[in-house]
């Protein structure tokens, strides 16, 4: 991919809405958010009029990009809540903005769902911005914020519910695992670091690359190969141990080669994209969005 203007950053941000709606919904009911918190107001890019290409560019996507949402807790806590149509199921929380708009970036959720179960966490952030708002919105980040621990999570595989210390053991053991392929990926020679527009496309893009043996033969990068093939068995699948040795850093063969990374990959894929553009993301986020009140 090639390197692009800031116009074109903000295209990963975008989605089909009739998706997001959906999980984002769920999510609400899995992680318990719609149950302890009312959202007071609404505002997103476009607006309630926001037109649809009928043929999107590619890459580009549909639909709203940005939503940023003002609410009150139970407890009685404010606070403001940016989400992104691409992970609608991520939430970027920050304090209650003061007179002049400043507010606090504090947390970072996540809900990652797959089709046995769900990753949930929340993980600590850290950075400022300014969000002011009336009948439209100004939202800007002072700079990029910067992702701290995981304080909490849980984990649901089929009818196994894990929560407490040893849910927030395995997601940091997962997010290191992630953090390091991710690196891998982006410094790769064939990659810049671009932004894909979507999820799928990522995948679509990478899975190919990471695990060759669950696609078409057509679909397998150049390095693939079976001659001098050496077969190990992880989760249950034959994975050709050269092609670990021949493609992957050290430090990444031995989670490969265990089957690991394939399900990290089967039960995190939209981690692994979270990972991969947070740094467009923030770029995105650093630069002034407006947004019009839809709620």
Same mark, same amino acid.
């Given at each position: 991919m090639k390197s692009m *203007? !800031? !116009?074109a950053l903000l295209v990963f941000l975008v989605s089909t809405a009739g998706c997001s709606t959906v999980i984002q919904k769920a999510g609400e009911v899995i992680d318990g958010s719609a149950f302890t918190e009312k959202k007071t107001a609404v505002y997103r890019t476009g607006g309630k009029k926001q037109r649809r290409e009928a043929t999107p560019a590619p890459g580009s996507g549909s639909g709203a990009g940005i939503r940023v949402e /003002? @609410? =009150? #807790?139970?407890? $009685?806590e404010d606070r403001i809540a940016i989400r992104i149509?691409?992970? *609608? /199921? %991520? #939430? %970027? %929380?920050g304090s209650a903005p003061d007179a002049e708009g400043n507010f606090s970036l504090t947390v970072l959720e996540f809900l990652c769902p797959n089709l046995s179960g769900w990753n949930e966490f929340s993980r600590e952030l850290s950075g400022t911005g300014v969000f002011r708002a009336g009948e439209e919105a100004v939202l800007r980040l002072d700079g990029e914020a910067e992702l701290l621990d995981i304080t909490a999570g849980k984990i649901r595989r089929d009818a196994a519910r894990i929560s407490g210390d040893q849910a927030a053991s395995a997601l940091r053991n997962r997010q290191e695992r992630i953090q390091a392929l991710t690196e891998w990926m982006k410094a790769r020679p064939d990659q810049d670091g $671009?932004? !894909?527009? =979507?999820? &799928?496309?990522?995948?679509?893009?990478?899975? *190919? @690359?990471?695990? *060759? &043996?669950?696609v078409r033969a057509k679909l397998r990068p150049p390095e693939w190969t079976a001659e001098g093939a050496v077969w190990v068995r992880g989760e249950g699948i034959r994975w050709n141990a050269a092609y670990t040795e021949t493609l992957f850093p050290e430090e990444l063969r031995p989670a490969r080669d265990s089957g690991t990374l394939f399900r990290d990959w089967e039960e995190a894929a939209a981690w692994v994209y979270l990972e991969y553009e947070w740094d467009h993301i923030m770029e995105a986020l650093m630069h002034e969005i407006r947004l019009v009140k839809i709620k």
């Amino acid at each position: 991919m090639k390197s692009m *203007p !800031f !116009f074109a950053l903000l295209v990963f941000l975008v989605s089909t809405a009739g998706c997001s709606t959906v999980i984002q919904k769920a999510g609400e009911v899995i992680d318990g958010s719609a149950f302890t918190e009312k959202k007071t107001a609404v505002y997103r890019t476009g607006g309630k009029k926001q037109r649809r290409e009928a043929t999107p560019a590619p890459g580009s996507g549909s639909g709203a990009g940005i939503r940023v949402e /003002t @609410v =009150s #807790r139970k407890d $009685g806590e404010d606070r403001i809540a940016i989400r992104i149509a691409a992970l *609608p /199921t %991520l #939430r %970027l %929380l920050g304090s209650a903005p003061d007179a002049e708009g400043n507010f606090s970036l504090t947390v970072l959720e996540f809900l990652c769902p797959n089709l046995s179960g769900w990753n949930e966490f929340s993980r600590e952030l850290s950075g400022t911005g300014v969000f002011r708002a009336g009948e439209e919105a100004v939202l800007r980040l002072d700079g990029e914020a910067e992702l701290l621990d995981i304080t909490a999570g849980k984990i649901r595989r089929d009818a196994a519910r894990i929560s407490g210390d040893q849910a927030a053991s395995a997601l940091r053991n997962r997010q290191e695992r992630i953090q390091a392929l991710t690196e891998w990926m982006k410094a790769r020679p064939d990659q810049d670091g $671009g932004p !894909f527009a =979507s999820q &799928e496309e990522f995948e679509k893009h990478w899975q *190919p @690359v990471l695990f *060759p &043996e669950m696609v078409r033969a057509k679909l397998r990068p150049p390095e693939w190969t079976a001659e001098g093939a050496v077969w190990v068995r992880g989760e249950g699948i034959r994975w050709n141990a050269a092609y670990t040795e021949t493609l992957f850093p050290e430090e990444l063969r031995p989670a490969r080669d265990s089957g690991t990374l394939f399900r990290d990959w089967e039960e995190a894929a939209a981690w692994v994209y979270l990972e991969y553009e947070w740094d467009h993301i923030m770029e995105a986020l650093m630069h002034e969005i407006r947004l019009v009140k839809i709620k």
